[in-house]
C-alpha cells in the first residue's frame, strides 16, 4: 500500500502547484489525479490570462493571490519554460455608464496594488490594437497571456522531477482515519494509500471531498462557458486582450484574447449548470459569442473559426444566498492531518503558486519542514521546432534526424517532439496528451492529418496494441478493434 507524508487530491494547476512547493521540503508527495492527465478540466479549459487583480474585492484572497502571482510570473515561466507574454488588457466602454463602472475598478485596482492602470480614449486604443471595439478602455499594463496547459504540465513535471509521485486515472472513492491518525485514502481500483497529511485540491469537486474529508457544508456552483477557437489568419488582428465594461454584478461578458501561439480565443458566455463535466457546446451559445464576440473584436468572421470548447468554473457560493464566496484554504484542529481548499476558481491559474505557498505555511505551523537541498526548480520543456530560424532548424535535424520529418503539417510538429512528449515524466499517454504538450492537431485541420500518426507512434514508442490507445480520459479509445479478422497488434 502506497504511503506518503502528503496526498493531494487533485493534480490541476493547484494541486501541481501545491506539490511543487512542498517539494521543497524532506516530504514524500502524492498526487491522486481522477483523469488521463494534470489538464483535461478547469486548468485547461480556460482563456489562459494571467490576471492583474483588479477585479476582486480589496483584502479578498483572490485580490491578494492574483496580484502576487502577477507581479513573479517572468520570473516563474522563465523557470519552468513556459511561453508567456506581458501583453496588457483592454477593457472597453461603449456609454457613460461604462465609463462610470471602469473608473471604479480603476481606483479598485489601485488599492489592491494593481500598477499602471488608466483610462484611455479611441485614439490611444487605435495605437494599441485597432482591432478592438468599444469608444474608450482601461489599459492595464501588467496583464499578461499564458499556455493553461504547459504551465499545468510544468509544475507538475517539476514536481516530480523534485521526487513527487503522480498517480493518474486515481479517483478517491472514500475516507478513514486509523486509530494513530493516519489518513486511509480509498480509490476507484487503483487500491488503498495512506498519508499523515491529506490536502483536498479537487476543484469542480472539492466540496464532495471536503465532506469526505470531515467538513461539511460548502456548495459549489459549476458555472460553464464556451468558446470559439478562431485561426491564426485572425490572430494577426489581436494584439491585446480586449474584455467588455463590467456587469452591474462585476462580471465579465464575452471577451477575445490572443493567444501565446497565435490563435484568437472568443468567450466565454457563463451560466450555471449541474454537471461541470458536460463540456458539450450550445447552437444558442455559440450563436450568442458570434454577435457579442463581434463587438469585441471587429474580425470576428466564421470563415476563422477552427474549433468550439467549453470549461466549467467551480464556485464557491453561499448555501443559502447563492452569493459567490471568497477562495477557501483552511485546517482545522478539530479534523488533523486535513487542509482543505474549496472554491478555487479564476484567478486560480494566475494565484496558483501564491496559494500553493500559503498551504505550506498551514503546515508549518503544525509541523517543522526541512528544507529540500537537492530541490531545482527549473524544468525544461520540449524543443519547439516551429518558429526557430532556418539555421537552427537545420542544427537540430544534425543532431536528430526526427526533427527532419513532419507529423503535424498545420503546426508543423516533428516526429522528434511527438517522441518527447510520449516520455513525458507523468507517463501520460493518450492522443489529447501530446496535443497539449506539442500542439499537434490544434491548427486548422484539428488533426484530420496527424491523429493516425500520433497513433502509430505512441504504438511504437510504448508497444501499446491499437485498441489500446484513448483519445483522452475514461473510454475514449482512439479504436474499439481491428476491420480485418485475425489481424495483430
Known amino acids: 500500500m502506497p504511503s506518503y507524508d502528503v496526498i493531494i487530491i487533485g493534480g ?6 501545491i506539490a511543487r512547493e512542498l517539494t521543497r521540503y524532506r516530504l514524500s508527495v502524492g498526487v491522486l489525479e481522477k483523469e488521463s492527465d494534470v489538464c483535461t478540466q478547469t486548468s485547461g479549459r480556460n482563456t489562459g490570462m494571467l490576471h492583474a487583480g483588479f477585479l476582486y474585492k480589496t483584502g479578498s484572497l483572490k485580490a491578494q493571490c492574483a496580484v502576487e502571482g502577477n507581479l513573479e510570473f517572468d520570473a516563474v515561466a522563465k523557470e519552468l519554460d513556459v511561453p508567456f507574454k506581458r501583453t496588457g488588457k483592454l477593457i472597453v466602454g461603449f456609454t457613460e455608464e461604462h465609463r462610470e463602472r471602469l473608473l471604479t475598478m480603476i481606483e479598485r485596482g489601485k488599492a489592491n496594488g494593481v500598477p499602471g ?39 507538475a ?35 488503498d494509500f495512506t498519508c499523515r497529511w491529506v490536502i483536498n485540491s479537487a476543484g469542480l469537486h472539492s466540496a464532495e471531498i471536503s465532506e469526505m474529508l470531515g467538513i461539511p457544508g460548502y456548495k459549489i456552483q459549476p458555472v460553464k462557458g464556451e468558446y470559439f477557437v478562431l485561426d491564426k489568419k485572425a490572430g494577426v488582428y489581436a494584439k491585446i486582450p480586449v474584455y ?3 456587469t452591474p454584478k462585476n462580471t465579465f461578458d464575452t471577451h477575445a484574447t490572443p493567444t501565446v501561439d497565435g490563435n484568437v480565443l472568443v468567450g466565454p458566455n457563463s451560466f450555471n449548470v449541474d454537471d461541470g463535466e458536460d463540456y458539450s457546446v450550445r447552437q444558442v451559445g455559440m450563436d450568442g459569442l458570434q454577435e457579442s464576440g463581434a463587438r469585441m473584436f471587429k474580425h470576428m468572421k466564421r470563415d476563422y473559426y477552427i474549433r468550439t ?17 471568497d477562495f477557501l484554504i483552511e485546517r482545522r484542529d478539530e479534523v488533523p492531518g486535513v487542509i482543505n481548499l474549496v472554491g478555487i476558481e479564476s484567478p486560480g491559474l494566475t ?3 501564491p496559494i500553493a505557498r500559503r498551504v505550506v505555511k498551514l503546515l508549518e505551523e503544525k509541523e517543522s519542514l526541512t528544507p529540500n537541498p537537492s530541490f531545482n526548480p527549473v524544468r ?18 544534425r543532431e536528430n534526424p526526427d526533427y527532419g520529418e513532419i507529423v503535424c503539417r498545420c503546426e508543423t510538429v516533428t516526429r522528434a517532439e511527438i517522441i ?15 496535443k497539449v504538450r506539442t500542439r499537434a492537431s490544434m491548427g486548422r485541420c484539428q488533426g484530420g492529418y496527424c491523429e493516425t500518426r500520433i497513433t502509430a507512434l505512441i504504438r511504437e514508442e510504448l508497444g501499446k496494441a491499437v485498441p489500446d490507445v484513448r483519445l483522452g480520459s475514461g473510454d475514449s479509445y482512439m479504436f474499439t478493434g481491428y476491420v480485418r479478422e485475425g489481424e495483430q497488434a
Open 157 to 191: 513535471e517539476n514536481a516530480v522531477q523534485n521526487g513527487a509521485a503522480y498517480h493518474l486515472y486515481t479517483k478517491v472513492t472514500g475516507h478513514e482515519v486509523l486509530a494513530d491518525g493516519t489518513h486511509l485514502l480509498h480509490t476507484d481500483g487503483k487500491g
Open 380 to 397: 525544461r520543456g520540449i524543443r519547439r521546432f516551429h518558429g526557430l530560424s532556418a539555421e537552427e532548424q537545420a542544427e537540430l535535424i
Open 309 to 325: 470548447f467549453a470549461g466549467a468554473r467551480p464556485k464557491r457560493v453561499d448555501p443559502e444566498t447563492g452569493e459567490i464566496q
Open 12 to 17: 490541476g494547476v493547484i494541486g501541481s502547484a
Open 244 to 246: 467588455p465594461a463590467p
Open 420 to 434: 518527447a512528449a510520449i516520455h513525458n515524466p507523468l507517463g501520460v499517454c493518450t492522443v489529447n496528451g501530446i
Open 117 to 155: 492602470m488608466e483610462l484611455i480614449d479611441r485614439k490611444r486604443m487605435d495605437e494599441i490594437d485597432p482591432s478592438a471595439g468599444g469608444n474608450f478602455a482601461i489599459y492595464c499594463p501588467t496583464s499578461g497571456i499564458l499556455d493553461p496547459f504547459l504551465y499545468t504540465i510544468a509544475l
Open 351 to 353: 494565484s496558483a503558486l
